[in-house]
C-alpha cells in the first residue's frame, strides 16, 4: 500500500483513486474511438471527413455532410460527385446513415 498523501482521510484518497480509475476508462474508450477506421461511406465525399449530419441530394440520392452540400450547391449546379446537372437542390435529412455513424463511433 502507499504512503498516505498528508491531510487526506483513507476515505477521500480512495474516492480519489476511484475518479482517476474513470478517468483512464473514459480516455482508454476515447482513444480506442479515435483510432477506429472509418469506413469509406461515413465520410462526405466533399471533405473526406466523417458526417455529422448526412443529408441527401434528393435529385441523385447522393449523400453529403449538409454545410459542405450546401455550400456546393450555392455555387454549382450540379452533383459534386457526378458533375450532373440537377435541377432540385432538395435535400433530406439521411437519419438512417446518422444512427449507423452514431452507433459505429459509440456516441
Not at 476515505?11 to 482513444?31: I, K, T, W
Not at 449538409?66 to 439521411?94: Q, Y
Amino acid at each position: 500500500e502507499g504512503v498516505k498523501p498528508a491531510g487526506l482521510s483513507v476515505e477521500e484518497l480512495s474516492n480519489l483513486e476511484a475518479a482517476a480509475g474513470r478517468v483512464v476508462a473514459r480516455l482508454q474508450g476515447e482513444r480506442e474511438r479515435l483510432t477506429k477506421p472509418v469506413p469509406d461511406g461515413f465520410r462526405c465525399p466533399i471533405t473526406q471527413e466523417v458526417m455529422r449530419d448526412p443529408v441527401m441530394l434528393i435529385a441523385t440520392g447522393h449523400t453529403y455532410e449538409r454545410a459542405s452540400i450546401e455550400r456546393w450547391l450555392s455555387e454549382h449546379s450540379t452533383d459534386p460527385k457526378t458533375n450532373v446537372e440537377v435541377e432540385s437542390r432538395a435535400l433530406i435529412a439521411n437519419h438512417g446513415l446518422r444512427s449507423t455513424i452514431e452507433e459505429y463511433f459509440g456516441k
